[in-house]
């Protein structure tokens, strides 16, 4: 959406429309897929507003706008939520639109059903520039915004889509060009005997179109650039490939300080390719070739090179990229040869043409002959399953791989969400991105498998009824769970062949076939062209079929390949989800089934394990539930069937992240199932019992209900199993969970847990670490835990903690530290320690969390240390760092820094610094707001922020003292008592006085008089009483 964007995108000829041209369809579709997900993959982001709103001409109406984020009011929708002043971040007032975030953008493409890409082209059409209206005339760094390096990365994105078609235009191709070039490589030497001395590229790099240019001078058609150093010419020839032809460059040097950089002019007319460029240049090159009769000079196109790259290149859709690779595949003869010339002297080597026939590059390719001599290779196989000439060509056109619909080149199928090599490797879990192919790491001496595999897939493709089954099941002889075999049949195109299979009518083909591709799909790679090639939506019109062998193949191959969120999109679309859920009511009650009841069960768990992959998506799981999921997944939970617990307990888990179902796992009994299984003998069923108990004891009725089914014995038993890291990573966050409720703290001491956590300490992964403090710090707001705590040597490990990176652990060890401080001896080891400089060097960390959680923590350090004045001020720049954080725009880091700041004020040298730095202004400037928690610490603060110098008077000519009145009518009481003491202390200015008189405080303060809270009545009466003598000294001046 930046400059790649604005380069590849194309207009009509009056220039304000889009063209309907397959490029832009390609690239909108992959600005819709992103924009679509943007909310679900970047959440934070998402919120972020844009600098300005993106407006455009909209066909939507209010009636599409059903979600309960927005408020409808006749023709017109709002959303609910809005800006600081007040406007709404979506407004629709037919047929004008605006939108101030991508979540809205995000929502309302998803309510868009069939007018997405209509919008799209709408919005784009208008703002022409969006990444200026997102983020102003002046564009962030890209590693100092962590939304424009999203942005970035699809602009990215966007430019290979746009450099994609380049290998199929113009009169050269990449692949062309490369051949030719390697040709030229084998008569360059250093002598006269030789044609060349060198033919080298100016680029290394090869972009997955074959191109080796920036992408930039892609978008211009070129292919890349050669340095050619021939016998007879001075300089070196720089010479540029292009799609429409071959030209010479002039190289010249930019000069920035003191360096230089090249940039290449065009210096000749075009030429048709290198060869022909090479003869008008260097008179010993035109010599050389019309004496010796270089069939060079009838370089093959791209077609004709696409049949010598391999022996079969069509069939395998392979593209080899140098001259090593393509002598693997010539004849042994053409080799033999090859190695003899290779050693002679000139005379041998001036004899190219010879060669090249030899390797079918001097004449056209004869494409009669070579269908000849396959036909002639699966007769001599399959003759044994051929019946009659007639019988044989219907078989054909009914099971022939290249028959079947659909059947196309791998090579040519390609999705707008699919890889290419701009996009960065995801840091999500598991496989949530499609990972870039990797295969340069292919063994240079492949297995002698891998041909037979490739000649059983070449039969395949031409085989009958009969001898494709018979093939099917010669492949499956193989080891296919080894990668080597299964590139091998993606090599050759065989994936195309086994999913077009899945259309045929013979349930033994399908049978075959699915088994095959149920194996190979645990293949990252496989898996991703299995879906380019559009192999789920087969599948998953495979579920609707009668034969339950065939349901259970396909589900359990699409939950191989749905291990990315694009697979699992795809399910979704196409109606995989209420498929799948159907299957899982086929369970029958009891122990003993029968053998088709067996079936039903198998039917059942392999519709659980497709729907555990599928459910890695926020909105699959919301598919899952809308589909009637849940009620299903309790009954196959309580099954007799052992194998069903795992995919059913690893579904649950994943969706436990919504809240939606974790109340429905709570209403439908399934807690005391989890924690039955708690004690099973799995470990693999075990951790996803202790990750759904994680998920979802963040509700205090399941951690009740866990404590009351005696699971947390179980857990802390879990906590022994210290090898299996996956187990106990779940089963220590689910400790932490529980551990919220003091009821079950009470437990975890009784069974002795707290030594075994702080045991766990040292020498974990940071997801043990993590679960392992944060447990500890809810079992420290006890404070007979903190003597436990210090007795097993817990203090010094968590301090060690303290100066990590990740985030979440440095929030938990935090929470942690700061529970152990509100103990003094505690305290005392923290601060040998250098505990409370190792906390308040986190107030620099970027994270908000980390910073709100290091403050609160800093808050007991200062209360409880013996001279914290002192150890405050020996901070060097820490107290100018506390009181900038005031100006964070997160409200639990103002909150927190204000609690900071009311314990600081305590010490008055520090409360003078503090001052200096400008703590008062920028306390004042945080009074307009209706954060209940906000409003009580920054109450505090202001309290003690009064008693130095004029501070009470500067806080009044700020305007802070009208805002704190309305304090008083919050709900919190704790709001009440910080507010009143800060009157009291305000209160002590006459001005002040008055302020507070004419925002009505009195009346409110008489009210806080009666209450039970004795801090509260006494601030309350004081502030009354300063107000009462200055209208009683007033009285007195005015009447004497």
Not at 137 to 158: A, E, M, N, R, V
Not at 256 to 279: A, C, F, P, Q, T
Not at 426 to 448: F, G, H, K, N, V
Not at 595 to 600: I, K, L, N, S, V
Request: with cysteine; charged share 25%.
């Amino acid at each position: 959406m930046g400059e790649a964007f604005s380069r590849a995108i194309q207009w009509s000829s009056d220039a304000d429309k889009l063209e309907n041209s397959p490029l832009n369809h390609d690239i909108l579709t992959e600005i819709l897929l992103f924009t679509e997900d943007f909310d679900d993959r970047y959440p934070q982001e998402a919120r972020i507003l844009f600098r300005e709103p993106l407006q455009w001409k909209t066909s939507l109406e209010a009636a599409d706008f059903t979600s309960d984020i927005y408020d409808t009011r006749g023709e017109s929708a709002v959303s609910l939520e809005c800006d600081d002043k007040g406007s709404p971040l979506l407004q629709l007032s037919p047929p004008d639109i605006t939108v101030h975030s991508f979540y809205h953008l995000s929502n309302l493409l998803q309510l868009s059903t069939d007018k997405k890409m209509k919008e799209i082209r709408a919005c784009l059409e208008v703002n022409r520039e969006p990444i200026k209206k997102i983020f102003g005339p002046i564009s962030p760094t890209i590693h100092g915004d962590k939304l424009f390096s999203i942005l970035h990365q699809l602009d990215k994105k966007l430019l290979s889509i746009a450099v994609r078609p380049i290998t199929g235009e113009g009169r050269l191709s990449p692949a062309a060009v490369n051949t030719e070039v390697d040709l030229l490589k084998r008569f360059c030497g250093t002598g006269e005997n030789w044609v060349l001395k060198s033919v080298s590229y100016t680029s290394d790099y090869v972009f997955s179109n074959g191109c080796r240019s920036p992408p930039w001078r892609q978008m211009d058609g070129e292919i890349c650039s050669l340095i050619i150093e021939t016998c007879d010419t001075e300089p070196t020839l720089f010479i540029t490939c292009s799609t429409s032809g071959v030209f010479f460059d002039e190289v010249r040097k930019l000069i920035h300080g003191g360096g230089g950089v090249n940039y290449y002019m065009r210096k000749s007319e075009l030429y048709k390719d290198i060869s022909m460029l090479l003869k008008n240049m260097s008179p010993h090159f035109a010599a050389a070739a019309n004496e010796q009769d270089f069939a060079i000079q009838d370089v093959p196109s791209a077609k004709k090179i696409l049949h010598v790259e391999t022996v079969d290149v069509e069939e395998t859709g392979q593209t080899l990229k140098s001259y090593d690779h393509k002598k693997k595949n010539v004849p042994e003869k053409a080799r033999q040869q090859l190695a003899r010339n290779k050693l002679s002297g000139r005379k041998k080597k001036l004899e190219p043409s010879l060669k090249w026939k030899n390797l079918g590059l001097a004449s056209s390719y004869d494409e009669a002959e070579e269908k000849s001599r396959r036909s002639r290779e699966s007769k001599k196989i399959l003759e044994n399953g051929t019946k009659s000439p007639a019988s044989e060509k219907k078989k054909k056109a009914n099971f022939s791989g290249s028959s079947l619909p659909g059947c196309q080149s791998s090579q040519k199928i390609k999705s707008p969400g699919g890889v290419d090599d701009f996009s960065e490797s995801s840091s999500e879990d598991e496989e949530d991105e499609e990972q870039p192919e990797r295969r340069a790491e292919m063994p240079t001496d492949l297995p002698s498998e891998y041909w037979q595999i490739q000649k059983l897939v070449k039969y395949l493709k031409g085989a009958n009824q009969t001898a494709t089954v018979i093939v099917l099941c010669a492949l499956r002889d193989f080891n296919l769970v080894q990668e080597t075999c299964q590139l091998a049949i993606r090599d050759v195109g065989g994936l195309e062949v086994l999913i077009n299979l899945l259309d045929t009518d013979d349930i033994r083909c399908k049978i075959g076939s699915l088994k095959i591709l149920k194996e190979i799909s645990c293949n990252s790679q496989i898996r991703q062209t299995i879906a380019d090639l559009g192999g789920l939506q087969t599948m998953v019109s495979i579920l609707d079929s009668p034969d339950k062998e065939l349901k259970c193949l396909a589900a359990e191959t699409i939950a191989n390949v749905a291990k990315f969120r694009r697979a699992r999109r795809t399910v979704r679309q196409h109606g995989g989800i209420k498929r799948l859920v159907e299957l899982l009511d086929c369970v029958p009650n009891g122990v003993c089934l029968s053998a088709e009841q067996e079936r039903d069960a198998e039917v059942a768990r392999c519709g659980a394990l497709a729907l555990w992959s599928c459910s890695k998506s926020t909105r699959n799981k919301e598919s899952i539930r809308r589909a009637g999921g849940i009620p299903l997944l309790a009954r196959l939970l309580k099954s007799s069937q052992k194998n069903m617990h795992i995919p059913v307990v690893g579904t649950l888990q994943e969706c436990a992240s919504e809240k939606s179902y974790r109340i429905a796992i709570q209403t439908e009994g399934m807690i005391e199932d989890l924690v039955k299984y708690l004690s099973c003998d799995n470990q693999e069923l075990q951790m996803h019992c202790a990750s759904a108990i994680y998920k979802c004891a963040e509700d205090k009725h399941t951690r009740d209900l866990v404590r009351q089914y005696d699971g947390l014995k179980p857990l802390v038993m879990l906590l022994n199993e210290a090898e299996n890291k996956q187990l106990l990573a779940a089963t220590t966050g689910a400790i932490w969970k529980c551990s919220i409720s003091l009821e079950n703290v009470a437990k975890f001491q009784e069974y002795k847990a707290l030594e075994i956590l702080v045991g766990l300490l040292k020498d974990q992964p940071e997801e043990v670490l993590v679960n392992v403090v944060g447990a500890l710090g809810e079992c420290a707001q006890i404070s007979e835990n903190l003597a436990t705590i210090r007795k097993s040597g817990g203090i010094q490990p968590l301090v060690n903690l303290l100066t990590g990176t990740n985030q979440a652990l440095l929030v938990n060890v935090t929470r942690a530290v700061g529970a152990c401080a509100t103990d003094p001896e505690h305290m005392v080891i923290i601060d040998r320690l250098d505990g409370v400089r190792l906390l308040w060097s986190l107030l620099k960390n970027p994270n908000p969390e980390v910073q709100a959680s290091a403050a609160w923590a800093i808050c007991p350090c200062i209360e409880n240390a013996k001279d914290a004045g002192e150890m405050v001020r020996s901070f060097v720049g820490g107290l100018e760092l506390i009181v900038n954080l005031l100006k964070s725009q997160n409200k639990d880091v103002l909150a927190s820094v204000c609690a900071a700041i009311a314990k600081i004020a305590k010490d008055v040298e520090n409360l003078a610094v503090i001052t200096d730095h400008g703590v008062v202004p920028m306390l004042a400037n945080l009074t307009n707001t209706g954060d209940d928690m906000l409003r009580r610490y920054l109450a505090e603060a202001i309290a003690c922020c009064c008693k130095w110098g004029s501070n009470c008077v500067s806080f009044g000519e700020a305007g802070a003292v009208a805002p704190l009145v309305h304090y008083l009518r919050s709900k919190d009481s704790s709001v009440h008592q910080a507010t009143a003491r800060a009157l009291f202390e305000l209160s002590k200015d006459p001005n002040n006085c008055i302020t507070m008189h004419e925002n009505r405080v009195v009346k409110l303060l008489l009210i806080m008089i009666g209450s039970t809270d004795e801090i509260l009545q006494e601030a309350a009466a004081s502030c009354v009483a300063n107000i009462r003598r200055l209208a009683l000294a007033n009285d007195k001046a005015k009447y004497g």
